[in-house]
């Protein structure tokens, strides 16, 4: 019983994802830090429903989400309600290391940062899943989501490893299937109706990381 409830858990589903980054957004477009991190937990599931290969990603990504948790439920929580408090928070503090790392390797602004460069990778890449044709390769998708986006920010090694993860990816259909929405439209509706949203947040908090400057952080 206990297994199969562990295994429940780790069911990725879609429409959660949908809902939560639904959440995500304050009526004048501040970004919620509780449920960001609700968002990237269902997108882990959806990495670690492919096996290894994305391991890479969401082994980072756990971390990433555990530091921020530990912010948000901190003394000073009240300060990472939002992106942008914390933002002006941890930079009014001098919480943040702008040009070397220093003090501050887990600050909250430079540990979303990591998170918000992988969201950009995951919205091309599901976004080229949903307009693809059935036999397009969803290796070479991938690659191309990765290369326009973390790559950028990745060493040589990881680079290269990723580059042969990709090339072991199962179709398309496989994907598909691990969403748990239904039929082959249903899951292109969902994801039509998912991807803006994540678009959104992901503009939002980009926009407001080039507004100061921190978007190379070390």
Same mark, same amino acid.
């Given at each position: 019983?206990? #297994?199969? $409830? ?28 509780? /449920?960001?991190?609700?968002g ?14 994305f +391991?890479? !990603? ?8 555990? !530091?921020l948790?530990n912010?948000?439920?901190?003394e ?6 939002? $992106?942008?408090?914390m $933002? ?16 501050h ?10 998170? /918000?460069?992988?969201l ?5 890449f ?8 059935? #036999? ?21 090694? !990881? ?9 072991v ?12 929405? +239904? ?8 994801l ?8 959104? $947040?992901?503009? !939002? ?8 400057n921190?978007? #190379?952080?070390?």
């Amino acid at each position: 019983m206990a #297994d199969s $409830v562990a295994s429940e858990d780790q069911r990725f589903s879609l429409q959660e994802v949908l809902d939560t980054f639904k959440l995500c957004l304050s009526q004048n477009k501040e970004v919620y830090l509780e /449920h960001y991190v609700a968002g990237w937990r269902g997108l882990i599931k959806f990495l670690n429903c492919l096996g290894s290969v994305f +391991g890479f !990603i969401s082994k980072d990504a756990v971390n990433k989400i555990q !530091i921020l948790v530990n912010h948000l439920n901190g003394e000073n929580g009240s300060q990472y309600v939002t $992106v942008q408090s914390m $933002v002006k928070y941890e930079l009014d503090s001098e919480l943040v290391d702008l040009t070397k790392r220093g003090g501050h390797p887990e600050s909250g602004c430079r540990t979303l940062l990591r998170l /918000h460069r992988a969201l950009r990778w995951l919205e091309l890449f599901l976004e080229r899943l949903r307009t693809s044709g059935e #036999d397009c390769k969803t290796s070479a998708m991938c690659a191309e989501s990765y290369n326009e986006s973390l790559a950028q920010h990745h060493a040589w090694v !990881i680079r290269k490893a990723a580059g042969l993860a990709f090339c072991v990816l199962p179709g398309r259909p496989a994907f598909f299937e691990v969403m748990n929405v +239904g039929s082959p439209e249903q899951v292109v509706a969902m994801l039509g109706e998912a991807l803006p949203l994540i678009s959104e $947040v992901y503009q !939002i908090t980009e926009e407001l990381y080039a507004q100061h400057n921190l978007l #190379d952080l070390p």
